[in-house]
């Protein structure tokens, strides 16, 4: 197993999954959040390494908020720098219902392959 290809794998595959991952998390809660905030929640669930870097999510978050599909403030902060709040807007909520749906399909088109893969990997063997 290659660690470099497997991190270049998990990388590519990050880069729209991120914007993704983060309007949901922003749909799921009827409260505004901030970064640090919003990267605790991407932490695994049993623990261990995210698959987002939290530096990763601040740029994904301006862009989301620059097209409109999130809301943001700043809130002053008496223990450090002022804290910029974001919350999904309704244009923010439609766009995610569509890639809601782009994932789904997309999720289904490549399990089939991987299914088949999988079924077909006990009769020739591990690749050589």
């Given amino acids: 197993m290659n660690d470099a ?3 270049k794998f998990q990388k590519d595959l990050n880069s729209g999954l991120v914007a993704l991952v983060l309007m949901a998390v922003l749909a799921a ?3 505004d959040a901030y970064g640090y905030d919003i990267a605790k929640r991407l932490l695994p669930p ?3 390494e995210p ?3 939290e530096g ?14 999130l809301a943001s ?8 720098p002022p ?4 919350r999904i807007t309704p244009e923010g909520r439609a766009v995610l219902a569509e890639w809601m749906a782009t994932w789904s399909n997309t999720r289904d088109f490549v399990d089939h392959f991987l299914r088949a893969a999988e079924q077909a ?7 050589q």
């Avoid at 740029?59 to 097209?67: C, K, N, T, W």
């Avoid at 990997?121 to 690749?127: D, I, K």
Wanted: hydrophobic share 30%; charged share 20%.
């Fill in 5 to 7: 290809n497997t991190k």
């Fill in 29 to 31: 809660t009827d409260e």
């Fill in 46 to 48: 049993g623990g261990g």
């Fill in 51 to 53: 698959l987002f870097k």
């Fill in 56 to 69: 990763t999510i601040y740029p994904v978050l301006r862009s989301l908020a620059a097209e409109g599909w």
């Fill in 73 to 80: 403030r700043i809130v002053p902060s008496y223990s450090g």
């Fill in 83 to 86: 804290r910029r709040y974001y």
């Fill in 121 to 127: 990997a006990p009769a020739t063997g591990p690749a």
